[in-house]
């Protein structure tokens, strides 16, 4: 079954995220602290497909922090950040950090679900991929992606990508040198359903640009395409 960590410190807000979760397959496993979701992470040896993390925790870690920490250790989970309207710079953060999606509150259980589940079926795309690729390795310029086991390499060396930024890289490798829009890459990478905003695409390519480029505020590859989205460049 494909289990979930959700760590939320409102009662009310945990309960109805697992019931409707489970509801729709789940098997949702509750923390209430991020010191407590860390805890089950490692009780459960990891095998978490999914988890969703408020924002705003008590303790030692919050939701930001468990993030970071889940991205540190494991770079297919899928990460979904809970967040309340005035937080905008700390979903800007937990993008940042590794997370793939936010989810703002109040939600819609419909709503919720569907995020879970765009963020599942790229998990299970990606693990499916990695298990049988027809190709191993696309090459451009000093780059390759290894598809079998989802690597990254820049002139030899190595470079960690979560599975949102493997698959945008592979977008923009089957595209060099093409202008795509941020509504293509959105389309590509999080599925024709998502209901999401485009901004999200932005900040995962501030990101790529962070680990890609020698100098990021200065991007030779990953080149903004004004009004438009961005160009992959070798």
Request: proline share 3%; aromatic share 8%.
């Amino acid at each position: 079954m494909k289990k979930i960590l959700v760590a939320e410190d409102e009662q009310n807000i945990r309960e109805f995220v697992v019931i409707n979760l489970e509801r729709a397959g789940y098997r949702a496993f509750e923390a209430e602290t991020g010191d407590e979701a860390l805890a089950l992470y490692d009780q459960e040896n990891g095998s978490f497909d999914i988890a969703v993390l408020d924002i705003m925790m008590p303790g030692e870690h919050d939701g930001l922090a468990v993030c970071k920490e889940l991205r540190r250790r494991n770079s297919s989970i899928g990460i979904i950040m809970l967040s309340a309207k005035t937080q905008e710079m700390d979903k800007v953060s937990g993008l940042m950090m590794g997370a793939d999606d936010y989810v703002t509150k109040p939600f819609s259980p419909s709503e919720l679900v569907a995020r879970v589940d765009a963020v599942y079926r790229r998990v299970a795309l990606a693990a499916e991929t990695k298990e049988g690729a027809l190709r191993d390795e696309l090459h451009s310029g000093e780059f390759s992606l290894n598809l079998r086991n989802r690597s990254f390499l820049k002139s030899g060396s190595p470079i960690e990508l979560t599975q949102v930024e493997f698959q945008i890289m592979e977008y923009f490798f089957s595209n060099s040198g093409t202008a795509l829009s941020r509504g293509d890459i959105l389309r590509h990478v999080w599925g024709p359903s998502y209901v999401g905003e485009e901004k999200i695409v932005d900040v995962n390519i501030r990101r790529l640009r962070m680990k890609v480029e020698d100098e990021p505020s200065s991007p030779k590859h990953i080149v903004t395409v004004w009004g438009l989205g961005y160009r992959w460049d070798v």
